[in-house]
């Protein structure tokens, strides 16, 4: 599947937006480390860092995104303090897109995973770097 996403992706000659929605249709990454207990979602990976947690929540939530709210209730009240300092690292290096004016407590201020958080979130998967 990763080949034809990878063709379409290389000889493709017309919008480049269209190809990339027919590469995310063919390729998509299957993360079975959130369980959705209706509006919570459950990081079923105790071991994964702050930084990942935003990424697999990011990731499941789609075009959906969070607010820093839903992501303090997700990943855990206990790690607030780091993920106010983690959110901004994931936006400066471009895994992460913040939307909306103002503060991160301001529920008109969302976050969504980049396609950049998503190569990443791919590559990092399995690597002892993406744990703690």
């Known amino acids: 599947m990763r080949v034809l996403a990878e063709m379409v992706r290389i000889y493709?000659?017309?919008?480049?937006?269209?190809?990339?929605e027919m590469v995310n249709t063919l390729v998509e990454i299957r993360l079975p480390m959130i369980q959705d207990f209706d509006v919570f979602l459950k990081v079923l990976d105790p071991d994964l860092t702050v930084p990942a947690k935003v990424l697999v929540l990011l990731h499941h939530r789609g075009k959906g995104g969070a607010t820093f709210i839903e992501l303090i209730e997700w990943i855990g009240k206990s790690d607030k303090t780091n993920l106010q300092k983690r959110l901004p690292e994931l936006i400066h290096h471009g895994h992460v897109h913040k939307s909306g004016n103002g503060s991160h407590m301001n529920q008109n201020t969302r976050y969504y995973i980049t396609l950049a958080g998503e190569n990443h979130l791919a590559s990092s998967i399995n690597k002892s770097t993406f744990r703690r």
């Open 12 to 20: 493709y000659t017309h919008v480049i937006d269209e190809a990339q």
